[in-house]
């Protein structure tokens, strides 16, 4: 059974920092991309990071570039998301999820967390 737990969010002031986890199991993490997405009420659930399965690569979506870092250690089976310099339109709930084409490009990602919720107070 696949699970995928993340851990880390909850609140922060404007400007403030939190990394964000995300702990695997039950599947080959080092042939999965893993993403970091996240979701509002009312909205559509968008991607924030991506990497593939080596960590070579990374995606960012523009509202987050030089402020967010993703990162993975296949040792462990967990990813990691550096979140610096939080804005309150950073408030949402936050998943990771896992792709297995192992590739930023593809997006088919097929296993999903339960979330975590960030809270950035302004």
């Known amino acids: 059974q696949v699970r995928l737990v993340e851990s880390g969010g909850g609140l922060v002031q404007a400007g403030g920092s939190l990394r964000l986890s995300c702990a695997a199991s039950?599947?080959?993490?080092?042939?999965?991309?893993m993403g970091w997405f996240r979701q509002v009420p009312g909205k559509d659930r968008s991607l924030v990071a991506s990497i593939n399965w080596s960590g070579a690569y990374t995606y960012y979506a523009d509202s987050v570039k030089g402020r967010f870092t993703i990162s993975r250690d296949n040792a462990r089976s967990a990813v990691y998301l550096q979140m610096n310099s939080l804005k309150p339109e950073d408030t949402a709930v936050y998943y990771c999820a896992a792709d297995p084409s192992g590739s930023v490009s593809q997006r088919t990602y097929n296993y999903w967390g339960q979330g975590t919720q960030v809270t950035v107070s302004s």
């Open positions: 039950g599947l080959t993490f080092s042939g999965y991309a």
